[in-house]
């Protein structure tokens, strides 16, 4: 086991507070951006979208849509140095993943000739699609795998962050709809460096159940 992973991962931890003066270097936010495209997604469907929150203004909208709830999250929209949506198709449709597969087939990992057998992959979104149409749970998980490489990316990178399920999905499609074109964002990440001695959650000791209540090796 490496130490390394097991210390980054303890020190890791949800930031309460952020140093508004400090910013992630552009190096580290290419680093980031890259990470989560290269996120795994079942039968490689990427059903997401990305919105990275970086000048004061789309702050600022961000801001906005706490005004009805979860306004312990607020401070996080201007404090935090970046903040990303993390958006999930709720209709990810057949025509969709065939653009995936074009991708499979142009980046040189799928042979042409094994294209139509790549496309019958989809039977894994339609097990999960409802006479609507609507996958969004499906499609929802594979944005919860994008922020799980996330977290660990930014352990790595001796960055705080926030997850947030405290958002407004509704405001937030209505104040970011031509940036989602078309998806739900029901989670967000505030990302930045912690305003020392105001952040109650930085330096306190990991909370989780113990190995023997979670794991079973057999
Ligand atoms: C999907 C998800 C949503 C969360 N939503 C919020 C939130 O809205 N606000 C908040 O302060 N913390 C939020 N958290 C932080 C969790 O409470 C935190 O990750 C958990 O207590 C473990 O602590 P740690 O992240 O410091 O290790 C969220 C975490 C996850 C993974």
């Known amino acids: 086991m490496s130490q390394q992973i097991i210390a980054d991962l303890n020190a890791r931890y949800t930031a309460k507070k952020y140093d508004p003066s400090k910013r992630i270097s552009a ?6 951006k890259e990470a989560l495209r290269l996120s795994a997604s079942s039968i490689n469907s990427q059903p997401w979208k990305f919105v990275v929150l970086e000048s004061d203004e789309a702050k600022q909208r961000f801001h906005n849509t706490f005004v009805n709830k ?12 970046h903040t990303i949506l993390l958006a999930y198709d709720p209709k990810f449709t057949k025509e969709k993943y065939s653009k995936r597969v074009d991708a499979e087939v142009r980046s040189g990992h799928l042979p042409a000739e094994r294209y139509d057998a790549f496309m019958g992959a989809y039977a894994f979104a339609e097990a999960n699609t409802d006479a609507q149409g609507f996958n969004g749970g499906w499609t929802k998980a594979q944005v919860y795998l994008a922020l799980g490489n996330l977290l660990h990316v930014l352990a790595r990178l001796g ?3 926030t997850p947030m399920e405290g958002v407004d999905a509704e405001l937030i499609g209505k104040e970011f709809a031509p940036e989602l074109d078309g998806h739900v964002c029901e989670v967000a990440l505030a990302m930045g460096y912690h305003k020392q001695g105001e952040d109650y959650n930085h330096g306190l000791p990991k909370a989780r159940l113990l190995a023997e209540d979670v794991l ?3």
């Open 159 to 161: 960055i705080a962050s």
């Open 70 to 81: 979860h306004q312990f999250n607020q401070p996080h929209a201007k404090e935090a140095s």
């Open 27 to 32: 190096n580290d936010m290419a680093i980031i």
């Open 216 to 218: 079973a090796v057999v």
